[in-house]
């Protein structure tokens, strides 16, 4: 460790890839809020927190080019830099010895409680001791935010004494690499700390001195009540000692940024609250200017506890992305529906002739890296391996497709009409899916056992097709009509005649199979039947009786032939296709009851993970956009049947 002064280092561009704060806290408010304080550090470091917070016990700031998660005890366990792909420089949540982590916390607290600023992503922490109240304000800044630095990122955590006296402990020990890289810490007096590493470097401004402990930057500060005090992370910026006005303007135009985007929202039913959360977190996963939507904002982590179903979901799936975007699109938020066109039509128009459309990509749209494992990484606990990219990419999923017509012909409908040049990729899409469709694939649930003809693919295969016949007709384009309505009766046929199962009755996952798949709800929703057509009703009543458990669903009884033994939680996403298949079917009562009962499944800020343990805890990577998504579907759809609206033919 070395103390510099300020104008020794430049702060360079790393390697790798390319309402005032005294008002938004004005509940907590009182004169003197950003008054600057001098303090020392004092005092060794205290123990580090237990290991592996658990996955609900986070929230999640981002700035649409990465994401942090920020657990109830004031530690930023989790962020990559300086894309949501990118490896991590907090990796806590995976290996709290060797991941790295950003602690801030109130000392003296007996509880702490977390909520987000109304209608944004600005997280607050609050430690509530006997004698002291202390809280943590934690944002990111996104780039287009005026204040905003527009080369770099900001995550900024602001601390002040709201009651008695306050003592911070703020500790920031970044492990760059997924803790593969040897960092170096450096003090700038006057200003805060300096990060180096072979894999990138970091600037911490502070309002109070740091001081180098190993290599963390580390202080020890006491508030009088009514103080605060101030740090910046960033990739790269300034030495210049960090002004309380400066985090001031940052904070109010951060939370302006997300309160006028929320506003934007036509949803005004019984669940609001719960949809604009979902809304602001799916919005959160949108890269910017990409448009592309990440599955989740983490990796690896399980969908069971010591399991080895441990995924990288930090690549945009074009079923998820589809789905998500056609979501936020029904509550007015054409904008990220257009980005998304644009991104879908240059993977559209880059597929070489005669090949499909990858399952999924990096942000940028490159391919998705290969999956490793990094060994060194001990996992959430103890689940194993930690892996990075994602095998998926090269898997057959024919479904996507099906998602991806749909969300096409619903922005073609209700947003602006798609272009010549995407109409001609997507043409020649659906002529490759024509060819393809009758062959085996991984499915939806991306098996890693045998191929199967997948029920759930069929039924997609029909949702591409016939969308496409939709968007010919209604805008007059040119396309092979005859052929696609060929294929789309072929799929149809061969759902109602080989997944159908008169013993069962009920449809199973693939012809020939005992299984019950939960894919099978989705069938009303996206109209290959109707919600109480004689043989949906009676796949619903089986899925009821062996996969359903209260509000929770699982995806399906596994038998090991999806290339796992192990268990896993139930699927939210399956959970919220139940409530719509309900809703749909005139199941009002039980809909609600279902939805609402899936309410209390999500974490304290209204946030989900993929799965459902067995009691009740999150599973699987967090947040989810899958489950986000489907919430908002549920919730739309529940309050039309709930105030007697008829159902429009494209609902």
């Not at 592996?52 to 005890?73: C, K, M, R």
């Not at 209608?119 to 005026?146: A, C, I």
């Not at 799916?282 to 010591?306: C, D, F, M, N, R």
């Not at 597929?351 to 490793?372: C, K, N, W």
Request: proline fraction near 6%.
């Amino acid at each position: 460790m070395r103390v510099l002064s300020q104008s020794v280092r430049p702060f360079a561009e790393p390697p790798g890839r390319g309402a005032a704060l005294s008002s938004a806290v004005s509940y907590a408010a009182g004169p003197g809020l950003l008054e600057a304080v001098r303090m020392g550090v004092s005092g060794p470091s205290p123990a580090p927190a237990p290991p592996h917070v658990a996955i609900e016990d986070h929230g999640v700031i981002g700035d649409l080019q990465t994401a942090a998660l920020v657990s109830t005890q004031g530690d930023i366990d989790w962020l990559c830099l300086p894309r949501f792909d990118s490896p991590s420089v907090f990796a806590a949540l995976l290996d709290p010895e060797r991941g790295g982590r950003f602690t801030v916390r109130c000392e003296g607290a007996t509880r702490t409680k977390q909520m987000y600023l109304p209608d944004s992503n600005v997280l607050v922490t609050r430690f509530l001791g006997e004698s002291s109240v202390g809280e943590v304000v934690d944002f990111m800044v996104p780039r287009e935010v005026k204040h905003a630095d527009p080369g770099t990122m900001h995550l900024v955590r602001v601390v002040r004494a709201v009651r008695g006296q306050v003592e911070v402990d703020i500790r920031c020990a970044p492990a760059f690499d997924y803790g593969r890289a040897r960092t170096e810490v450096d003090i700038v007096e006057g200003a805060g700390a300096f990060f180096s590493s072979a894999a990138g470097q970091l600037v911490l401004r502070s309002t109070v001195p740091l001081a180098a402990e190993g290599r963390a930057a580390v202080a020890r500060p006491v508030l009088a009540e009514g103080q605060t005090l101030a740090l910046e992370l960033s990739r790269h910026g300034s030495t210049h000692p960090l002004q309380l006005i400066q985090v001031e303007a940052l904070l109010s135009a951060t939370l302006a940024y997300w309160q006028q985007w929320v506003r934007k929202s036509r949803y005004r039913g019984r669940y609001r609250e719960m949809v604009e959360r979902s809304a602001l977190t799916l919005k959160l996963l949108v890269h910017q200017p990409t448009g592309a939507l990440v599955a989740a904002a983490t990796t690896s982590l399980p969908e069971a506890i010591g399991g080895t179903r441990n995924w990288d979901y930090r690549f945009t799936w074009v079923r998820d992305a589809a789905f998500s975007i056609y979501a936020l699109m029904r509550l007015g938020f054409t904008e990220e529906a257009a980005a998304f066109m644009a991104w879908l039509e240059d993977r559209c128009t880059e597929a070489p002739s005669g090949e499909g459309l990858q399952i999924l990509y990096s942000i940028d749209g490159a391919p998705a890296p290969v999956e490793e494992p990094l060994d060194h990484l001990c996992g959430y606990r103890g689940s194993r391996p930690v892996r990075i990219g994602n095998g998926a990419a090269h898997q057959l999923q024919l479904d996507i497709y099906g998602e991806l017509m749909d969300s096409v012909w619903g922005y073609d409908r209700y947003g602006d009409p798609i272009s010549y040049e995407l109409w001609q990729a997507l043409c020649r899409q659906l002529d490759w899916l024509q060819d393809h469709w009758e062959e085996p694939d991984h499915g939806v649930w991306e098996v890693r056992g045998p191929r199967q003809r997948f029920t759930y693919s069929s039924v997609m295969t029909w949702v591409a097709f016939e969308r496409g016949i939709q968007i010919a007709r209604r805008r007059g384009l040119p396309a092979p009509l005859e052929r696609w309505r060929s294929a789309a009766d072929g799929a149809y046929l061969h759902v109602q005649q080989g997944a159908w199962d008169p013993a069962r009755r009920a449809y199973v996952q693939y012809p020939g199979s005992h299984t019950l798949d939960a894919g099978a709800l989705a069938m009303p929703l996206v109209k290959f039947t109707g919600p109480r057509d004689p043989r949906f009703l009676a796949t619903l009543e089986r899925i009821e009786e062996e996969l359903v458990t209260d509000s929770l669903v699982h995806r399906y009884r596994n038998d090991g032939t999806d290339g796992f033994t192990e268990a896993e939680g139930t699927f939210n996403l399956c959970s919220f296709w139940y409530v719509e298949a309900l809703s749909r079917a005139g199941r009002l009562d039980q809909a609600r009851h279902t939805f609402e009962k899936m309410l209390t499944y999500a974490n304290h800020l209204g946030l989900y993970a993929e799965e459902i343990g067995p009691s009740g805890e999150a599973l699987g990577n967090f947040p989810q956009a899958f489950t986000h998504l489907a919430l908002i579907s549920a919730a739309v759809n529940l309050d039309r049947a709930l105030d007697g609206r008829p159902r429009s033919h494209d609902d």
